[in-house]
């Protein structure tokens, strides 16, 4: 059995050689579920409760932006018709001693992306994914190491 360090190890040998592939995930994924690329992963929502909000002031298409400053490569850039909100609540799924959430799960949560036709992700280091039309909240990967938001 691998400990965590020897998963996360693999995982960061991994990035050594990036696949530049592209990954057409078109028609694939339904409400719910997730497509990752890097340390970022995408879950596909309904967005009507978007209907209701402000679009961001800021439309950086950087994902990632404001993420860990160890990071030196993290430009994980939505390419395409999309519009970004930020990030919509969710109901807390544990809270820590004093009320606090110990995984700081707020602090995984970036902004939501709606898409008005296919887009993309694109990252020098990583798989360009296509998805389609819809509306998608950016979830930072945790490291398990710092229980805070991880970086390529």
């Known amino acids: 059995m691998n400990s965590v360090a020897e998963v996360v190890e693999k995982i960061e040998q991994s990035a050594v050689t990036p696949n530049r592939t592209v990954r057409d995930v078109r028609g694939k994924m339904k409400i719910g579920q997730v497509v990752r690329q890097g340390d970022l992963y995408f879950l596909r929502i309904n967005g009507q409760k978007l209907n209701k909000k402000a679009a961001r002031a800021d439309q950086n298409r950087n994902l990632a932006a404001g993420g860990p400053e160890t990071s030196s490569a993290h430009h994980h850039t939505a390419v395409g018709d999309v519009t970004l909100f930020d990030a919509l609540p969710v ?33 020098p280091e990583h798989t360009t994914v296509v998805m389609e039309k819809g509306c998608y909240q950016v979830i930072y990967q945790l490291d398990p190491r710092t229980s805070s938001r991880s970086a390529d």
């Open 91 to 123: 109901e807390s799924l544990g809270q820590g001693e004093g009320g606090k959430d110990p995984l700081n799960r707020d602090s995984l949560l970036g902004p939501v992306v709606r898409a008005n036709s296919e887009w993309s992700v694109e990252h």
